[in-house]
């Protein structure tokens, strides 16, 4: 942050952790230093624990039932708010990405732009990917049949490590679209501008507990989350490679759904609907049909 | 209750039963001479029959009666790495290339050739798994060929599936199925995977190996490409050796939770796809209001159908309080008229349990629901002297803590737990690290529809239950495993989506 002038100083900003839709500090009381590209100190942010990544998965499973239950409008006007909230402090996400991750204002502003976009592509979704992914099924019976996609549950999801807003605003956005939870494992090296979505979102009708995002060290927190038994599905895109094999092995303990980055994936490109199915299960109804 | 083989005999045996009246049967049994059982049988690999490389057998067995049917080889290593390097050229050279609409006239082959020797098909699974003759014939060798008939016609429409244009196959697909509905997995498996583009090894169940052997000779029969289907006899450790081989693709399973997680963890890491169809602890719920001749029959269907060796089975009976006892009385009345006995035999309804193993695994379960104070009834039921059996259980005064309602038995085994109201019914139900089925039996069609959507379960059955088709998708949340089976949703494990 610039150095305060004409006499006043400025205030600073205290990063922190977003969990069940307060800033709390890392229970840990740990925090740690984070740095842009030419090596200097921006600010420090909380570096979460064990205790904060489950009290994380509590409030996501506590907000599941009233989001999964919300009407599929209404979760796409949520999710469109969010568009309008952090359009307002475009220039404010401009500033935080460009010092992240170390790049002129044109093209850091184009990055927002892009992630501000992508809030309004998924918002349009909500009421209409039951439509896309499921349908009526014709039995060979006096049956009426019909399969529905429903969200998993709670997600827990390891963000993009380089691309700091358009990166999590990717995989987030199309994991709570559908009425799923979210636990999220910020970008380690780059989590600034994860904390200032945590402002915007905690401002946008999402409800307290939806999102949940974590600062601190991917190598500490991606174990825990992959093993933790009250989360339905885990997105390594952001974990190195060399810790996939460790991390699905933990995923299996209870049958995680594992999502991971194509190969080739850029942020920048528009997106589809691969992320968007890959966290809904689909449940199939019958019922006899008869007088 | 009474016995293909000894009517009014066994249902009289020291019970005077003043309520049910006490048919007598003559013995009905389907001729097994239409099947003709080789005395022992070779591994299917490259299109063709052949002894296993090291030799190793094993015997299976009718689990009506103990008796030895036949050899079959027990595949190792050198078998698996022919295997799959058959079904690696074929994947290459002959089926990937393959246009779709030539792909789907061998598979419609395979489904007529199903329905033609359907007979020949249903004595041999009863023979060889142990369930009712008029189960085989009338549920799972109709359905197997519904399925080939039903993906054929995906296999030149892949482009309209909904995926993209020119989704691409993902290649050669570990296949390990399990031995309640031995020939309808192997259709699950093989018929999506096959019109999606890919070439299949399946390793059937040990003790349930013979109608995939026939179902390969069919392949052969239908004049399929050597090496698009390979079949694998053998027991855990060839499956296991099978999904652990590098050069497979896709890994498709269908069996027990514990061995879908090792399977998990040996896939981690790799890129290996995997889907997985595995346990369940369904709830079949019935409110006060439900139709009640409808709901016993559906209970009965639910728990007793094919012995209860099935993953979807209604295994816990959530029933409202106000009919419970109601329920209950009338449950143990139509139990009380359920035919045991030869599977062969056109009136039974019970058959055999399909193995020593599986019947040990039911009597320590059912050994813990007396332990834990449940209260046992059976209906009275003489068993056939030799062989495996298990007569139709119910358990009232279930708890939530109790293992009869935690763990799958796999069984002919019901746990009966009451609620009293919806929201009670809805937290007991989802209570489970399952997600396989439930089922809602009530008059009140907006309360179908509520409980529907609150239910965490991949099938919900309203007002019947244990209904299957191929375009029907199946699987399961949770612990239940992930991926579809059936209809659209099920090309979707054989692409690259």
């Known amino acids: ?291 | 209750m009474g016995s293909g083989k000894s009517g009014k005999k066994a249902a009289g045996a020291g019970v005077v039963d003043t309520v049910s009246p006490s048919w007598e049967y003559a013995p009905a049994p389907e001729s097994r001479d239409i099947v003709t059982i080789a005395p022992e049988y070779g591994l299917f690999i490259s299109g063709e029959f052949r002894p296993p490389a090291a030799g190793g057998t094993f015997a299976t067995l009718d689990p009506s009666t103990g008796a030895k049917l036949t050899t079959v080889a027990e595949a190792g290593p050198a078998d698996i790495d022919q295997a799959v390097a058959a079904a690696r050229t074929a994947y290459e050279n002959v089926w990937g290339p393959m246009p779709g609409s030539e792909r789907a006239k061998y598979l419609y082959r395979i489904a007529r050739v199903l329905q033609e020797r359907s007979r020949e098909f249903a004595v041999l699974e009863s023979l060889d798994n142990g369930k009712p003759i008029k189960e085989s014939r009338d549920v799972d060798i109709p359905l197997a060929a519904a399925h080939f008939f039903y993906y054929a016609g995906w296999a030149d429409k892949l482009d309209y599936a909904g995926f993209g244009p020119a989704p691409r196959p993902i290649g050669v697909a570990a296949q390990v199925i399990p031995w309640n509905f031995p020939l309808l997995m192997a259709a699950w498996k093989l018929a999506p995977a096959l019109a999606a583009g890919n070439t299949c090894v399946l390793k059937p169940a040990e003790t349930t190996p013979l109608t995939a052997l026939l179902l390969a000779a069919v392949c052969q029969q239908v004049g399929l490409p050597p090496g698009v289907v390979n079949v694998l006899t053998g027991a855990g450790e060839t499956g296991a050796a099978l999904v652990t081989h590098p050069d497979v693709d896709k890994i498709a399973f269908t069996g027990s939770t514990e061995v879908g997680k090792q399977i998990a963890v040996s896939a981690a890491g790799t890129p290996k796809k995997l889907t997985l169809e595995l346990g369940g602890k369904a709830a079949n719920i019935v409110f006060d209001d439900a139709p009640v001749e409808q709901a016993i029959e559906g209970i009965v269907n639910g728990i007793f159908f094919n012995q209860g060796h099935v993953c979807c089975a209604g295994s816990r009976l959530l029933v409202q309080e106000s009919v419970a006892d109601a329920v209950v009385d009338r449950l143990k009345r139509r139990l009380a008229t359920l035919r045991l006995g030869d599977p062969l035999d056109k009136n039974t309804d019970i058959g055999a349990i399909n193995s020593r193993q599986q019947l040990d695994k039911i009597t320590e379960l059912t050994a813990a629901g007396d332990a834990e104070g449940a209260e046992r009834w059976s209906p009275p039921c003489r068993l056939p002297e030799k062989g495996f059996w298990f007569p139709p259980t119910v358990f009232t005064g279930v708890s939530q803590s109790h293992r009869i309602a935690r763990e799958e038995i796999f069984g002919p085994v019901l746990s009966v737990l009451t609620f009293r109201t919806p929201e009670e019914a809805v937290a007991k139900a989802n209570n489970t690290p399952y997600g396989l089925s439930a089922g809602i039996w009530t008059d009140k069609g907006s309360r179908i529809l509520w409980m529907a959507q609150r239910m965490r379960a991949g099938v919900v059955w309203a007002n019947t239950y244990n209904r299957f088709d191929p375009a029907s998708p199946f699987g399961g949340y949770q612990e239940s495993g992930y991926g579809r089976e059936g209809g659209r949703h099920g090309l979707a494990a054989y692409l690259h989506v």
């Not at chain 1, 935080?96 to 991750?101: D, L």
């Not at chain 1, 979102?201 to 500490?220: C, H, K, Q, R, W």
């Not at chain 1, 699905?248 to 209870?254: F, I, L, P, S």
């Open chain 1, 1 to 291: 942050m610039s150095e305060a002038t004409s006499g006043r100083l400025d205030v600073r900003k205290t990063y922190k952790l977003f969990i069940g839709g307060a800033f709390p500090r890392s229970e840990s009381g740990r925090s740690y230093p984070v740095h842009g590209k030419n090596g200097d100190l921006l600010a420090y942010a909380a570096k979460a624990s064990r205790k904060d990544l489950r009290d994380s998965v509590k409030a996501a499973r506590g907000a599941f039932g009233g989001w999964s239950g919300a009407t599929a409008y209404n979760r796409g006007q949520v999710l469109y708010r969010v568009a309008e909230m952090m359009e307002g402090r475009a220039a404010q996400f401009a500033a935080e990405v460009a010092e992240a991750e170390g790049l002129r204002p044109a093209r850091a502003s184009a990055l927002v732009s892009a992630a501000i976009d992508r809030w309004v592509w998924y918002a349009g979704w909500s009421d209409k990917v039951a439509q896309v992914a499921g349908g009526a099924n014709p039995v060979a019976g006096p049956y009426f049949n019909f399969s529905v996609p429903e969200p998993t549950g709670v997600v827990a999801t390891v963000a993009p490590q380089d691309s700091s807003l358009l990166g999590l605003v990717s995989v987030l956005a199309p994991v709570i679209l559908t009425g799923n939870t979210a636990v999220v494992i910020a970008s380690e090296l780059r989590p600034l501008p994860s904390v200032v979505l945590a402002e915007v979102l905690a401002t946008s009708d999402i409800p307290a507990g939806v999102v949940n995002i974590l600062t601190g060290s991917t190598a500490e927190l991606a174990p825990i989350a992959a093993g933790h038994m009250d989360v339905n599905a885990v997105d390594l895109t952001g974990a190195p490679a060399a810790d996939r094999a460790a991390l699905e092995r933990a995923a299996a303990g209870n049958l995680k759904r594992v999502l991971a980055n194509h190969d080739g994936e850029q942020w920048t490109d528009p997106p589809t609907t691969r992320r968007l199915m890959a966290t809904l299960e689909i449940k199939t109804v019958w019922h006899p049909a008869g007088i």
